[in-house]
T-cell receptor, first 110, second 115 residues
Framework: EAQVTQNPRYLITVTGKKLTVTCSQNMNHEYMSWYRQDPGLGLRQIYYSMNVEVTDKGDVPEGYKVSRKEKRNFPLILESPSPNQTSLYFC?????????FGSGTRLTVV | AQSVTQPDIHITVSEGASLELRCNYSYGATPYLFWYVQSPGQGLQLLLKYFSGDTLVQGIKGFEAEFKRSQSSFNLRKPSVHWSDAAEYFCAVGARKAAGNKLTFGGGTRVLVKP
């Protein structure tokens, strides 16, 4: 089954404590992206990758890092989380013709 | 820059009634257009997509959408709503080979279904 797997599904952390949200896909897609979803704002792109070792900023990259060392994995790193990064995060993998999304990670930073 | 507007934040519809969700987009060329649905606590599921050709697109779960270039619209419709259609619906425009085919989403429309 084609899928994008994110972990963890839920995470509560404290301000400043580094964390990583993992993302893995089994579809061999070249494109991967991270989005955050906030009420009334829809989904906004944080970072994207068009292939291994090729990453670039999306619309809201501040406070986030990513890496793409392998085609299947695209972790999202928050070096020093802050409360304004409390959100629902989605990883997606796709092609020019659309994306498959993971189930989401709900992050709360206190 | 691409953008998407979903004018209706909430829509309430009776079970069995028809549903239409509005979507207007801004894009400099022929767009890639998508509708996704998000059920409570779930991820996003692709309902349908438009790239070219026939402007009436059929999707899963009995949904269809019509691309109207003159109106910059891509409205989603369903003839008869079921209680399981209660969810949030997102329209999106794709960047076509740029920015990893970046999807720009509208703010979403939450659909409530009355019995």
């Amino acid at each position: 089954e084609a899928q994008v797997t994110q972990n963890p599904r839920y995470l509560i952390t404290v301000t400043g404590k580094k964390l990583t949200v993992t993302c893995s896909q089994n579809m061999n897609h070249e494109y991967m992206s991270w989005y955050r979803q906030d009420p009334g704002l829809g989904l906004r792109q944080i970072y994207y990758s068009m292939n291994v070792e090729v990453t670039d900023k999306g619309d809201v990259p501040e406070g986030y890092k990513v890496s793409r060392k392998e085609k299947r994995n695209f972790p999202l790193i928050l070096e020093s989380p802050s409360p304004n990064q409390t959100s629902l995060y989605f990883c997606a993998a796709g092609t020019d013709y659309g994306y498959t999304f993971g189930s989401g990670t709900r992050l709360t930073v206190v | 820059a691409q953008s998407v507007t979903q004018p209706d934040i909430h829509i309430t519809v009776s079970e069995g009634a028809s549903l239409e969700l509005r979507c207007n987009y801004s894009y400099g060329a022929t767009p890639y257009l998508f509708w996704y649905v998000q059920s409570p606590g779930q991820g996003l599921q692709l309902l349908l997509k438009y790239f070219s050709g026939d402007t009436l697109v059929q999707g899963i779960k009995g949904f269809e959408a019509e691309f109207k270039r003159s109106q910059s619209s891509f409205n989603l419709r369903k003839p008869s709503v079921h209680w399981s259609d209660a969810a949030e619906y997102f329209c999106a425009v794709g960047a076509r080979k740029a920015a990893g085919n970046k999807l720009t989403f509208g703010g979403g429309t939450r659909v409530l279904v009355k019995p």
